[in-house]
Nanobody, 122 residues
Framework: QVQLVESGGGLVQAGGSLRLSCAASGRTFTWLGMGWFRQAPGKEREVVAVVNPSSTTTYYADSVKGRFTISRDNAKNTVYLQMNSLRPEDTAVYYC???????????????WGQGTQVTVSS
């Protein structure tokens, strides 16, 4: 079992920045692929960014490329999502997720955090 706890969401004006954190426990963190996903009201959950266990491979949704950065600190069992130049369309509940190996589809992720709300005002 893996427990994931997100933090760092909130309300920010368009153009601003936020950093989300996700602390993991329960399994060897260095074996886990980690991802950030989001879900806006009335929409399906979508991938934002994912990173493989060794941080050698990352993937970003086209909508966030150049604005968001995923990183992980294996010594702290934590994955981060730095979000810059935020837009109102980034408003959603953001979820941290973990799985063996790595992938970009939400269906491949076994463990999920409770989610943190990000609201970007125009």
């Amino acid at each position: 079992q893996v427990q994931l706890v997100e933090s760092g969401g909130g309300l920010v004006q368009a153009g601003g920045s936020l950093r989300l954190s996700c602390a993991a426990s329960g399994r060897t963190f260095t074996w886990l692929g980690m991802g950030w996903f989001r879900q806006a009201p009335g929409k399906e959950r979508e991938v934002v960014a994912v990173v493989n266990p060794s941080s050698t491979t990352t993937y970003y949704a086209d909508s966030v490329k150049g604005r968001f950065t995923i990183s992980r600190d294996n010594a702290k069992n934590t994955v981060y999502l730095q979000m810059n130049s935020l837009r109102p369309e980034d408003t959603a509940v953001y979820y941290c997720a973990a799985r063996d190996d790595w992938g970009i589809s939400p269906t491949g992720y076994t463990y999920w955090g409770q989610g943190t709300q990000v609201t970007v005002s125009s």
